[in-house]
């Protein structure tokens, strides 16, 4: 088992920044992959970031460029810097983590990033 817990949601107007953070409890060393999804009112689940088995980190395109992730090994959290927000990026933010041994997909609560003026 894996335990994902989020912050740094909240309310920030077009152009600015937030940054998220989510902290992995549990059988971390089994864990093969973490990272970001989000959904949107009205619309599918969306892979943002991950750091994938392999290694790599993986965007989606409509953040490249202003969305980067990264982690702290020491602390097992994984961060989402989210800059030049735009009102699209309103989202329910969600943590995710993929282990090996057993085989599982974790999902943290989920935090709200709303982009308004």
């Known amino acids: 088992q894996v335990q994902l817990v989020e912050s740094g949601g909240g309310l920030v107007q077009p152009g600015g920044s937030l940054r998220l953070s989510c902290a992995a409890s549990?059988?971390?060393?089994?864990?093969?992959?973490m990272g970001w999804y989000r959904r949107a009112p009205g619309k599918q689940r969306e892979r943002v970031a991950i750091?994938?088995?392999?290694?790599?980190?993986n965007y989606a395109d409509s953040v490249k460029g202003r969305f980067t992730i990264s982690r702290n090994n020491a602390k097992n959290t994984v961060y989402l810097q989210m800059n030049s927000l735009k009102f699209e990026d309103t989202a329910v933010y969600y943590c995710?983590?993929?282990?090996?041994?057993?085989?599982?997909?974790?999902w943290g609560q989920g935090t709200q990033v709303t982009v308004s003026s």
């Open positions: 750091f994938t088995s392999g290694g790599t980190t």
């Open positions: 549990g059988n971390i060393f089994s864990m093969s992959a």
């Open positions: 995710y983590a993929l282990t090996d041994v057993p085989p599982g997909d974790y």
